[in-house]
Structures are given as structure tokens and as C-alpha cells.
């Protein structure tokens, strides 16, 4: 079992950045596959960004591509997403998510086993 925790969001201005952190548990961290994904109000959950369990491979979706970097520190059990030049289209809820195997396809919701509990990404005009 793994547990995930998010934290980093928060509210800032249109143009702005943040750093969200996913701490995790467990000792096998350095195998999981990871994902950032979000939900607006009245959305559909959407893929962020995703890598591969050796960092080797990282993948993000069009809306967010050279504006999002996506890391991992396995020492720490951590996963990041670094946002620059934030837009209010990306206010949305967060989630963190793991794979305990490499998906198939890394923007797909139900490739991941274990989800954190979100944080709040504000961003204001």
C-alpha cells in the first residue's frame, strides 16, 4: 500500500508559479511510475504530466508543455511539478498518482493504483 500526499498549491496571480510536492510512502517508491493529474469545477480529471519510475521518461499534455516540469527525488520519496507562467485555466484541484507498473499509457487515469487527496491550484487574473 501506498499513501500519497500533496501539498504546494495555493493561490497566485496569472503568470506566477508554483512547486507541488507528492510525498509517498513506502520503501518500493523508486519503482512507481508517477502522474500529476487535475480537475476543475465541472470538469473531467485531466492528465498533467506523468514519469517513468527511472525519471528517464517524462510525458505532459499539450496545455501545460514548457510550462511544467515534472521530477522525482527518490531519496525522498517526492515527485514535483514545477508550473511557471500560470494561467487561470489552470486552477484546478491536483492529484498526485502511482503505478506500480509502467503504463501503457501514462495520460490514462486508470494505469495508476494509489491517489493523494489533491491540492487547491488557484490562479487569478
Known amino acids: 500500500q501506498v499513501q500519497l500526499v500533496e501539498s504546494g498549491g495555493g493561490l497566485v496571480q496569472a503568470g506566477g508559479s508554483l512547486r507541488l510536492s507528492c510525498a509517498a510512502s513506502g520503501r518500493t517508491f523508486r519503482w512507481y511510475a508517477m502522474g500529476w493529474f487535475r480537475q476543475a469545477p465541472g470538469k473531467e480529471r485531466e492528465f498533467v504530466a506523468a514519469?517513468?519510475?527511472?525519471?528517464?521518461?517524462?510525458y505532459y499534455a499539450d496545455s501545460v508543455k514548457g510550462r511544467c516540469i515534472i521530477s522525482r527525488d527518490n531519496a525522498k520519496n517526492t515527485v514535483y511539478l514545477q508550473m511557471t507562467s500560470l494561467k487561470p485555466e489552470d486552477t484546478a484541484v491536483y492529484y498526485c498518482a502511482a503505478s506500480e507498473r509502467d503504463p501503457v499509457n501514462y495520460a490514462l487515469g486508470l494505469e495508476y493504483d494509489y491517489w493523494g487527496q489533491g491540492t487547491q491550484v488557484t490562479v487569478s487574473s
Open positions: 514519469l517513468s519510475w527511472s525519471g528517464s521518461r517524462t
